[in-house]
């Protein structure tokens, strides 16, 4: 099992910029794939951002791509999601999740999910 800490969520302005961590404990969090996921209020969990377990490969929501970049540091047990660019669209709560066999945009894929961090863009 592994347990999932987010953390660097905010209020920032439109344009601005954000970087999320999500902290890894517990089994060894190479054999994992992470996501980054998003909830609006009123609105379905979404898809962010996905990478592999060797960081080798990543995809990303249309929403976001060429704007938020994933990465990982495997010997700090660490995900990161670079935020660029932000819009008013962005806010919502952002949340890390693990996968033990597929690397995937669907949320029922992923076993693990952090608590959340909030990241509110304002105009």
């Known amino acids: 099992q592994v347990q999932l800490v987010e953390s660097g969520g905010g209020l920032v302005q439109a344009g601005g910029s954000l970087r999320l961590s999500c902290a890894a404990s517990?089994?060894?969090?190479?054999?994992?794939?992470m996501g980054w996921f998003r909830q609006a209020p009123g609105k379905e969990r979404e898809f962010v951002a996905a990478i592999r377990r060797s960081g080798g490969s990543t995809f990303y929501a249309d929403s976001v791509k060429g704007r938020f970049t994933i990465s990982r540091d495997n010997a700090k047990n660490t995900v990161y999601l670079q935020m660029n660019s932000l819009k008013t669209e962005d806010t919502a709560v952002y949340y890390c999740?693990?996968?033990?066999?597929?690397?995937?945009?669907?949320?029922?894929?992923?076993?693990?999910w952090g608590q959340g961090t909030q990241v509110t863009v304002s105009s």
């Open positions: 517990g089994r060894t969090f190479s054999s994992y794939h």
């Open positions: 999740a693990a996968s033990i066999e597929i690397y995937s945009s669907r949320f029922g894929d992923y076993d693990y």
